[in-house]
C-alpha cells in the first residue's frame, strides 16, 4: 500500500459542486501539502499543514479550503468547483529537515479533477 | 518574479548520452534546500535528489548528479547515461524560509525524451 493515499484518483464533477479530496499518510510526518499541477507552470501550492493544529495558505489558495483532521490526514475541498480548477492535484508529506534527513517531500499519487 | 526558472520546456537526448537539465533559483536566504523531482509519465511525482545551501561538494546519487553554483544561484541536473526510463517530466525545487516556515517551491518543469 502507498504511504500516501489520496482518493478519489479521478473525479468529473460539474461547476458549483463541492468536492472534497481526501489524503491520508502512515508514514508519520507532521508536515501536510496541497499541490496543484497544470501544464506548463509546473506545482503550485494551495495549502500547508505543519501539525493538527496549524493550517497555512499557499500561493494559490482563493476558491480552496482544507481541514486537517489528524495528523495523518488533509482534506481538501472546493466549496463551488469552477472549471478553472480542473486540474491534477497532489498531496505530499514530509518531515522536518536536520542533518540526517534532507526533509524531501513525499506524494501521493494525485487526484484528477474535471470540473465541466 | 519566479522563484525557480526552468528555461528549458523540452530536452532530447540519445540513450547512454549525458543531458544536464538547468535551474536557477532566486532567494535572499542564507539557508536553504534545492531538490529534483521526477515525473513518469505514469504521474507519479519522485524525489531524485538533495542539495543543501552549506554543502560544499555536489551531491550524487547513482546516475544523478546535482551541479551547484551557489554564486551564480544555479542548481543544475545532471543525468549520466541516459536510459529510455529517463523519458519523463523534470522539476526544481527550492525550500526556503517563507512566512516563518520553510515551504517548497517548484519550478514548471523540463520534459525529457531520450531517443534510441
Known amino acids: 500500500d502507498a504511504d500516501v493515499t489520496q482518493t478519489p484518483r479521478n473525479r468529473i464533477t460539474k461547476t458549483g459542486k463541492r468536492i472534497m479530496l481526501e489524503c491520508s499518510q502512515t508514514k508519520g510526518h507532521d508536515r501536510m501539502y496541497w499541490y496543484r499541477q497544470d501544464p506548463g507552470l509546473g506545482l503550485r501550492l494551495i495549502y500547508y499543514?505543519?501539525?493538527?493544529?496549524?493550517?497555512n495558505k499557499g500561493e494559490i489558495s482563493d476558491g480552496y479550503s482544507v481541514s486537517r483532521q489528524a495528523q495523518a490526514k488533509f482534506s481538501l475541498s472546493l466549496e463551488s468547483a469552477i472549471p478553472n480548477q480542473t486540474a491534477l492535484y497532489f498531496c505530499a508529506t514530509s518531515t522536518l529537515e536536520t542533518s540526517l534527513n534532507t526533509g524531501e517531500l513525499f506524494f501521493g499519487e494525485g487526484s484528477r479533477l474535471t470540473v465541466l | 518574479a519566479q522563484k525557480i526558472t526552468q528555461t528549458q520546456p523540452g530536452m532530447f537526448v540519445q540513450e547512454k548520452e549525458a543531458v544536464t537539465l538547468d535551474c536557477t533559483y532566486d532567494?535572499?536566504?542564507?539557508?536553504?534546500?534545492l531538490f529534483w523531482y521526477k515525473q513518469p509519465s505514469s504521474g507519479e511525482m519522485i524525489f531524485l535528489i538533495y542539495?543543501?545551501?552549506?554543502?560544499?561538494q555536489n551531491a550524487t546519487e547513482g546516475r544523478y548528479s546535482l551541479n551547484f553554483q551557489k554564486a551564480r544561484k544555479s542548481a543544475n541536473l545532471v543525468i549520466s547515461a541516459s536510459q529510455l526510463g529517463d523519458s519523463a517530466m523534470y522539476f526544481c525545487?527550492?525550500?526556503?524560509?517563507?512566512?516563518?516556515?520553510?515551504?517548497?517551491?517548484f519550478g514548471r518543469g523540463t520534459s525529457l525524451i531520450v531517443h534510441p
Open positions: 532567494t535572499s536566504d542564507q539557508s536553504y534546500g
Open positions: 525545487a527550492m525550500r526556503e524560509l517563507s512566512g516563518g516556515s520553510y515551504i517548497p517551491t
Open positions: 542539495q543543501g545551501s552549506y554543502d560544499e
Open positions: 499543514s505543519f501539525d493538527v493544529k496549524d493550517i
